[in-house]
């Protein structure tokens, strides 16, 4: 099946720890972006990359880290400097025109 | 920051009725898309309209867009239950970012 999968689906943040979510895609898509869901809110826009090797900040970047070493994977850090982690993740990768999303990860904080 | 943002933020309809959202944006785009969510998912795209287009058809979708007032319409006729979900538009900037830009989005209720 080809597609988008992150995970976990649910990840649990002790204070003061950097947790990583994954995502993974084999869609062949150069893009890829990260994006904050809160409750009842729509999605901001964290990190992007339009190419391995590459990305950029979104609006909300600070207090997440990203790499880009692979086409496939694009992981996101939420480190401790991010003092309200908990919200939902959503990962997409882009196609001609439109976007394709994973299934989301809920962080919650402990 | 939301450039679109969706009117109104919440709609319950009877199944059988059509539904309208509206999105309205802030700077000059490439195209305008709509997206779905249901509750707890990923998002999944509907409908694209490009700037150099007035209106688009998609089954029961029809989305309307005017650039002069930076304004669009999604419009789902012979709404079903299962259509119950939340509705965003998203833009594609002219110029700048390579990024969607999200609105807040439309929570739709159809009751059976």
């Known amino acids: 099946d080809g597609g988008i999968t992150q995970s976990p689906k649910y990840l649990f943040r002790k204070e003061g720890q950097n947790v990583t979510l994954s995502c993974e895609q084999n869609?062949?898509?150069?893009?890829m972006y990260w994006y904050r869901q809160d409750p009842g809110q729509g999605l901001r826009l964290i990190y992007y990359s339009q190419i391995v090797n590459d990305f950029q900040k979104g609006d909300i970047a600070e207090g997440y880290s990203v790499s880009r070493e692979k086409k496939e994977s694009f992981p996101l850090t939420v480190t401790s400097a991010q003092k309200n982690p908990t919200a939902f993740y959503l990962c997409?990768?882009?196609?001609?025109?439109?976007?394709?999303f994973g299934p989301g990860t809920r962080l919650l904080v402990l | 920051s939301q450039q679109g943002e969706e009117d109104p933020q919440a709609l319950s309809i009877q199944e059988g009725e059509n539904a309208t959202m509206n999105c309205s944006y802030k700077t000059s785009i490439n195209n305008l898309q709509w997206y779905r969510q249901n509750s707890g998912r990923g998002l999944v795209h509907l409908i694209l309209?490009?700037?150099?287009?007035r209106e688009k058809h998609s089954g029961r979708l029809r989305v309307t867009l005017d650039t002069s007032k930076k304004s669009s319409s999604l419009l789902i006729t012979a709404s079903r239950a299962a259509d119950t979900a939340s509705y965003f538009c998203?833009?594609?900037?002219?110029?700048?970012?390579?990024?969607?830009?999200f609105g807040s989005g439309t929570r739709l209720q159809v009751q059976p």
């Open positions: 869609l062949n898509h150069d893009a």
């Open positions: 998203a833009t594609y900037p002219s110029t700048g970012r390579r990024a969607l830009t």
């Open positions: 309209i490009r700037s150099n287009e």
């Open positions: 997409a990768s882009k196609g001609k025109e439109t976007q394709y």
